[in-house]
């Protein structure tokens, strides 16, 4: 059993909070604020118990360079707005420096205060000891509330838990028991659902599902990489050409499973990712070479809705197209619709992304669970222990 904030005193301490704040953006302007809205419970617990709270997390991925869109001013405001009280937000571009342990020193009992992306030093996804020192020099206790960033060992998450007492946040811990319950003994039929955009983070999950779920449903531009493997044209599709063996070993190792790997079987295809650009519908083995996939076509729409029919238990990540235009959100909202309508079923629904998706089709009250997580509530149903977990003090 690990630590959590119950185990703590918080009276006069500085609070160091790994957060997941990695919200959908369009520009400066997030469309989705259900990671800041799940971390509140946390803060204004430290808060009203006496401790000052200093909280991190990483946004996009700037790969160690200082990116002036992927700052987290935008989400200090909108959190200032949540809490209904300032947050100090302490922007420096090393993340962690002199002036910033001297401005955090400065923090009054009871004040909120946010700093800058830290993937914006290099050393953060090395998990550097050097940084994770430097980090924890902020505080004097350490809890991680970040669910979503739980799959990553870093040093804001994992190297920084070695310098400081630790302890899960009630996200963690309410999201672990949620998806733990539910997939241990599942309902079934076991479906689960897995698309997006971050195919080389993803695939190897799918191999491991193989064990638990009873089929497997694979859109977004996860489908590309199938469909090459087994020798089709996907033209400019987002493909990860040193994944094709996987995934035919994924196809080889479903066969043997009994598992029902379902692939779309029609695209709506387009030439560049724009709204309102020429888009044309085509059959799985018509990709044309000079277009790319955006989204399934109307015949997988019907085909995964029929595999959805009679599920008791669906997890789901990963949209089933570039959801963000109008022009490619049809599948993704289809789906959407159709585990909102399953009877008497467990439905989980994670990621940033997908999230964002459930919450823009207006389903959300119809989903079992809404998790944060998405690369992270993938890895815990393969039943894997994350780092970010396992590196919080265990209790006496
Ligand atoms: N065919 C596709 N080509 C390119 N991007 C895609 C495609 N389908 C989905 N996406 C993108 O995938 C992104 C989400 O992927 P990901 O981060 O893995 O999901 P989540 O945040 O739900 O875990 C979305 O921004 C969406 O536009
Ligand atoms: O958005 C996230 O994951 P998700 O896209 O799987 O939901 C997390 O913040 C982790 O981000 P990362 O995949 O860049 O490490
Ligand atoms: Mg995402």
Same mark, same amino acid.
């Given at each position: 059993?690990?630590?959590?904030?119950?185990?703590?005193?918080?009276?006069?301490?500085?609070?160091?909070?790994?957060?997941?704040?990695? &919200?959908?953006?369009?520009? $400066?302007?997030?469309?989705?604020?259900?990671?800041? &809205?799940?971390? =509140?419970?946390?803060?204004? %617990?430290?808060?009203?118990?006496?401790?000052?709270?200093?909280?991190?997390?990483?946004?996009?991925?700037? +790969?160690?360079?200082?990116?002036?869109? =992927?700052?987290?001013?935008?989400?200090?405001?909108?959190?200032?707005?949540?809490?209904?009280?300032? &947050?100090?937000?302490?922007?420096?571009?090393?993340?962690?420096?002199?002036?910033?342990?001297?401005?955090?020193?400065?923090?009054?009992?009871?004040? *909120?205060?946010?700093?800058?992306?830290?993937?914006?030093?290099?050393?953060?996804?090395?998990?550097?000891?050097?940084?994770?020192?430097?980090?924890?020099?902020?505080?004097?206790? %350490?809890?991680?509330?970040?669910?979503?960033?739980?799959?990553?060992?870093?040093?804001?998450?994992?190297?920084?838990?070695? %310098?400081?007492? /630790?302890?899960?946040?009630?996200?963690?811990?309410?999201?672990?028991?949620?998806?733990?319950?539910? *997939?241990?003994?599942?309902?079934?039929?076991? *479906?689960?659902? #897995?698309?997006?955009?971050?195919?080389?983070?993803?695939?190897?999950?799918?191999?491991? =599902?193989?064990? +638990?779920?009873?089929?497997?449903?694979?859109? @977004?531009?996860?489908?590309?990489?199938?469909?090459?493997?087994?020798? %089709?044209?996907?033209?400019? /599709?987002?493909?990860?050409?040193?994944?094709?063996?996987?995934?035919?070993?994924?196809?080889?190792?479903?066969?043997?499973?009994?598992?029902?790997?379902?692939?779309?079987? $029609?695209? *709506? #295809?387009?030439?560049?990712?724009?709204?309102?650009?020429?888009?044309?519908?085509?059959?799985?083995?018509?990709?044309? #070479?000079?277009?790319?996939?955006?989204?399934?076509?109307?015949?997988?729409?019907?085909?995964?809705?029929?595999?959805?029919?009679?599920?008791?238990?669906?997890?789901?990540? @990963?949209?089933?197209?570039?959801?963000?235009? /109008?022009?490619? /959100? !049809?599948?993704?909202?289809?789906?959407?619709?159709?585990?909102?309508?399953?009877? $008497?079923?467990?439905?989980?629904?994670?990621?940033?992304?997908?999230?964002?998706?459930? !919450?823009?089709?207006?389903?959300? $009250?119809?989903?079992?669970?809404?998790?944060?997580?998405?690369?992270?509530? =993938?890895?815990?149903?393969? @039943?894997?222990?994350?780092?970010?977990?396992?590196?919080?003090?265990?209790?006496?």
């Amino acid at each position: 059993m690990k630590k959590t904030l119950k185990d703590f005193d918080f009276k006069g301490k500085k609070v160091l909070i790994r957060v997941d704040f990695n &919200v959908p953006l369009d520009g $400066d302007k997030i469309t989705n604020d259900d990671r800041i &809205v799940k971390s =509140l419970p946390t803060i204004k %617990y430290i808060v009203g118990k006496g401790g000052t709270v200093i909280l991190m997390s990483h946004l996009g991925r700037p +790969k160690g360079q200082y990116v002036e869109s =992927l700052s987290l001013g935008p989400v200090a405001k909108r959190l200032s707005e949540l809490l209904n009280c300032e &947050v100090k937000f302490i922007a420096d571009k090393k993340v962690v420096s002199e002036e910033v342990i001297r401005a955090v020193g400065n923090l009054k009992e009871g004040d *909120v205060a946010l700093i800058e992306n830290t993937r914006f030093v290099a050393e953060e996804e090395k998990n550097d000891d050097g940084f994770a020192k430097e980090l924890s020099k902020l505080a004097d206790i %350490y809890v991680n509330d970040a669910f979503g960033t739980s799959h990553r060992a870093h040093a804001s998450n994992v190297g920084v838990s070695k %310098y400081l007492p /630790s302890a899960l946040g009630f996200l963690v811990e309410k999201e672990v028991e949620y998806i733990q319950g539910a *997939v241990e003994n599942p309902k079934r039929p076991f *479906v689960a659902i #897995v698309g997006g955009a971050k195919v080389s983070d993803k695939i190897g999950v799918i191999e491991n =599902l193989l064990t +638990k779920v009873d089929k497997i449903i694979i859109v @977004g531009a996860m489908a590309y990489t199938f469909l090459k493997a087994q020798g %089709y044209e996907v033209g400019t /599709s987002l493909v990860e050409d040193d994944k094709l063996d996987l995934a035919r070993e994924t196809m080889e190792k479903a066969k043997e499973e009994g598992v029902n790997l379902i692939l779309p079987v $029609d695209f *709506v #295809v387009a030439g560049e990712i724009k709204e309102g650009i020429n888009k044309v519908t085509v059959d799985f083995d018509k990709m044309p #070479v000079d277009l790319m996939g955006l989204d399934i076509g109307e015949k997988s729409i019907e085909l995964i809705d029929e595999a959805l029919q009679g599920a008791k238990t669906v997890i789901w990540n @990963g949209p089933a197209g570039v959801f963000e235009l /109008s022009d490619f /959100s !049809k599948g993704t909202f289809a789906i959407a619709n159709t585990i909102a309508k399953l009877k $008497d079923a467990t439905t989980i629904v994670g990621g940033g992304d997908s999230v964002a998706a459930i !919450k823009q089709a207006g389903i959300e $009250d119809e989903i079992s669970h809404i998790s944060t997580g998405g690369g992270a509530s =993938l890895e815990l149903l393969e @039943g894997k222990v994350l780092p970010g977990i396992d590196s919080i003090e265990d209790k006496e």
